[in-house]
């Protein structure tokens, strides 16, 4: 295992609630802003105040050192407060995602109470206008209390911190994309040790750093970008993925306004940024961004390629680009290109990346090439490895299974030994990602489960439902699949409804 350094001897501490202690010390914060960049500012002394008055009224109602305490609410001040009220009472906070419209209810809170029941969570906080919901319409058979009546307490006396680095800090729950969703289990000490990376490899550091995210806290992606944000003491600005949604453009002028140096998304969220440059060109300033992360998703050439051509009209740089790799099992990072060079594509055959396949490289505009990002080398203290089916590790260029091992990879899966004894052997993490290395870094190229083979070629999903998805009309929400036991594939969609009205639920 490569060297790496310790949350304490980085931040003088290994546990969320000290964490947060310590930046309360300086004068940086949270700038929450919605889809029209109003603001509502939440310094870190704040936060760390109100923490402490959450974690006294979760003690009267009888929450305990290790309790799940669940949380279903969007990105707000009062959100926040909360969730870090539930680490300072020395409990385990459990984000769900909560519906977005009236039509999504009943499908999602039937899901949201079979993951209640998993966690065997002790109390659910929601945000103040789902409290009526949850109490008339939906049923949830465990103690709920409001975002608002958490916050509204006025003793400043919490408890003090027994929290230990090792005690656990966190349940993940998986995407559930490729199978039942499952909780990650992450300590303290894991979850920090990622944070010290995303602050020595993203975070740009100096007194002028500012990181930008709309990304949801229920998504490893958004919650330890928080983290990080707030162990290293620099100035946020969050938004809501709904707010961000509602206005993709807000995004990219939030990024001017606040000279945002650092922001990690998903794709599809740049293809946006550069399609709002070219239809609305405006009075924007991108000189100051250090690092645009590329995660969660396949990262496209032609929407990097679009952004940063778009984007150096306004003084983006070409390598602030930053592709990475990581999975909830591993915290989030587990692998991240350079952010002082310009990222690197790998042209390769399309029919040469199966299994125990050489990746081949090919002319970048020849028919049948496929451009894949590199994601860089293994981040401080993360080992990574290809593997065959039969565990043997493969050399470069030849594609495998993604192993990973590290310090902030999980203890396992939440009361699920099955599932764990699965994924974790001999100290590595199988991850069902297919890749390979390179000496510039890793390369991924699907999912060992997806690949889907037609005629001796290998289909993989994903870039099929891109392509589905950017047709005029048709839903983002597509999906590939092979039909069991022939050599098909079937790409389904759904036309795009158009919407007089929608009600958006669920914001503080």
């Given amino acids: ?109 039937a899901d949201v109470r079979r993951r209640l029941d998993h966690v065997d969570a002790r109390y659910v906080v929601v945000a103040d206008s789902f409290g009526g919901f949850v109490e ?28 230990q680095p090792d005690d656990l800090a966190y349940l993940q729950f998986t995407s559930g994309t490729t199978g039942p969703a499952k909780a990650v289990a992450l300590t303290h000490r894991q979850m920090l040790t990622n944070v010290v990376v995303c602050c020595e490899r993203l975070l740009v550091e100096g007194e002028h750093s ?9 998504h490893d992606l958004g919650l ?40 990690v998304t998903p794709n599809f969220a740049y293809g946006l940024a550069a399609r709002s440059m070219r239809q609305r060109p405006r009075d ?16 496209r050439v032609a929407v990097i390629e679009d952004f940063t051509e778009t984007g150096a009209r306004y003084g983006l740089r070409p390598e ?13 990072s587990v692998s991240m290109g350079d952010r002082f060079k310009p990222m690197l594509w790998d042209h390769v055959q399309r029919d040469n990346l199966a299994p125990g396949d050489i990746a081949t490289a090919a002319a970048r505009d020849a028919a049948g090439t496929r451009a894949l990002a590199v994601c860089g080398h293994a981040v401080p203290g993360v080992d990574l490895s290809i ?33 764990t004894e699965e994924v974790l052997r001999d100290g590595w993490l199988r991850t069902g990602d297919l890749g390979y290395l390179t000496p510039d ?17 290998n289909l993989y999903p994903e870039d099929y439902e891109y392509v589905a998805a950017g047709v005029s009309g048709v839903a983002p929400t597509c999906a590939a699949f092979a039909v069991a036991d022939t050599e098909r594939m079937i790409v389904a969609v759904e036309a795009e409804p158009v919407k007089l009205f929608e009600a958006v639920l669920f914001e503080n």
């Fill in 210 to 218: 500012v990181h930008l995210s709309w990304a949801p806290l229920y």
């Fill in 224 to 263: 330890i970008a928080v983290l990080s944000g707030i162990a290293s003491g620099i100035r946020m600005v969050l938004q809501s993925p709904e707010a961000f949604l509602a206005a993709p453009d807000s995004w990219l002028d939030a990024m001017s306004r606040y000279r945002a140096t650092s922001t």
């Fill in 320 to 332: 602030a680009i930053t592709p990475m790799y990581g999975l909830g099992e591993a915290t989030l």
């Fill in 441 to 457: 870094g890793l390369v991924v190229c699907g999912r060992l489960k997806d690949m889907i083979i037609v005629g001796g070629a």
């Fill in 1 to 109: 295992m490569t060297d790496y350094t310790r949350p304490e001897d980085l931040f003088g501490a290994a546990t969320v609630p000290e964490i947060v202690e310590l930046a309360a010390v300086g004068r940086r914060g949270i700038m929450l802003v919605d889809s029209e960049l109003r603001e509502t500012p939440l310094p870190y002394s704040l936060l760390a105040a109100s923490a402490r008055r959450v974690a006294t009224r979760l003690a009267r109602l009888g929450v305990c050192q290790g309790d799940r305490v669940a949380l279903v609410s969007s990105t707000s001040a009062r959100f926040l407060l909360c969730l870090f009220g539930v680490w300072r009472a020395g409990a385990v906070p459990v984000i769900l995602a909560p519906p977005h419209r009236l039509s999504d209810l009943t499908h999602i809170m």
């Fill in 387 to 419: 593997i065959n089916e039969g565990g043997a590790q493969l050399p470069e260029r030849v594609v495998g299974e993604v192993c990973v091992r590290g310090p902030s990879v999980m203890t396992g899966y939440w009361q699920d030994p099955g599932s």
């Fill in 136 to 163: 008339k319409r939906v049923g949830i058979n465990r103690p709920v209390v409001t975002c608002g009546d958490l916050v509204a307490g006025r003793d400043d006396a919490a408890p003090a911190i027994f929290t």
């Fill in 284 to 299: 924007l300033d991108l000189s100051a961004m250090r690092v645009c992360g590329d995660g969660s998703e396949p990262t």
